[in-house]
């Protein structure tokens, strides 16, 4: 990844480093609740929404290349069920770890002159600039490989009815009679028969008791 742009120290997931100095081994843990960024989580599948609170829990460890920075998010996402479509509402808890550089130095520590000139493994690193890095990258990383792709309400959801859309977790019951396709034309016209209808088909002929009376 290229450097940063310039990053805002007010942002609340801009973090400052400037306390661990550049000594190997220092450490600095930190808790803070955050308004949650737009678009955190699976577009139109599942997310938590923008403004909702996000915990974190972040411990920054002072290496020779930079600042290794672990952390735990945890949220409520709200989404559909893919089974019965209503809404949903889960916790999430997300673990990230990531290596954010100092840009005048390598992967080994070692200060280089300019940073940068290696484009592919700049594409893969985070940058520290001037000792502040963002989080939001990473953070929606963490949130989006811990959310469910398909979201259920329940685990044993038994969804929609193929045949009407009925809930069937509100009604356990619920059925529909299988009817032969072969069969369904001639019941209704069954059902709407008269009587006299019946014999007719049945193939009796009109007036034979009075034939054997005779």
């Given at each position: 990844?290229?450097?940063?742009?310039?990053?805002?120290?007010?942002?609340?997931?801009?973090?400052?480093?400037?306390?661990?100095?550049?000594?190997?081994?220092?450490?600095?843990?930190?808790?803070?609740?955050?308004?949650?960024?737009?678009?955190?989580?699976?577009?139109?599948?599942?997310?938590?929404?923008?403004?909702?609170?996000?915990?974190?829990?972040?411990?920054?460890?002072?290496?020779?290349?930079?600042?290794l920075?672990?952390?735990?998010?945890?949220a409520?996402?709200?989404?559909?069920?893919?089974?019965?479509?209503?809404?949903?509402?889960?916790d999430?808890?997300?673990?990230?770890?990531?290596?954010?550089?100092?840009?005048?130095?390598?992967?080994r520590?070692?200060v280089?002159?300019?940073?940068?000139?290696?484009a592919?493994?700049d594409?893969?690193?985070l940058?520290?600039?001037d000792?502040?890095?963002?989080?939001?990258?990473?953070?929606?990383?963490?949130?989006?490989?811990?959310?469910?792709?398909?979201?259920?309400c329940?685990?044993?959801?038994?969804?929609?009815c193929a045949?009407?859309?009925?809930?069937?977790?509100d009604?356990?019951?619920?059925?529909?009679?299988?009817?032969d396709?072969?069969?369904?034309?001639?019941?209704?016209?069954?059902d709407?028969?008269?009587?006299?209808?019946?014999?007719?088909?049945?193939?009796?002929?009109?007036?034979?008791?009075?034939?054997?009376?005779k």
């Open positions: 990844m290229a450097l940063n742009a310039r990053l805002d120290h007010r942002n609340p997931l801009v973090f400052d480093t400037h306390e661990l100095g550049r000594r190997p081994g220092a450490l600095q843990r930190l808790t803070r609740t955050v308004d949650a960024p737009r678009d955190l989580g699976i577009k139109g599948v599942i997310g938590v929404p923008e403004g909702a609170p996000v915990e974190l829990e972040l411990r920054l460890e002072s290496v020779m290349e930079g600042v920075v672990t952390g735990t998010a945890r409520a996402a709200e989404g559909e069920c893919v089974r019965c479509l209503e809404p949903l509402q889960l999430v808890e997300a673990e990230f770890q990531e290596m954010f550089s100092y840009p005048d130095a390598d992967d520590g070692r280089i002159a300019e940073p940068g000139d290696d592919e493994d594409e893969d690193r940058f520290l600039e000792g502040l890095f963002d989080l939001e990258p990473v953070l929606r990383d963490a949130v989006v490989l811990a959310l469910p792709m398909q979201p259920v329940q685990e044993d959801c038994p969804g929609l045949e009407c859309g009925a809930r069937l977790a009604d356990p019951d619920h059925h529909h009679d299988a009817v396709i072969r069969w369904a034309a001639l019941q209704g016209l069954a709407t028969m008269s009587d006299g209808e019946k014999d007719e088909m049945s193939g009796a002929e009109p007036g034979a008791d009075e034939k054997q009376e």
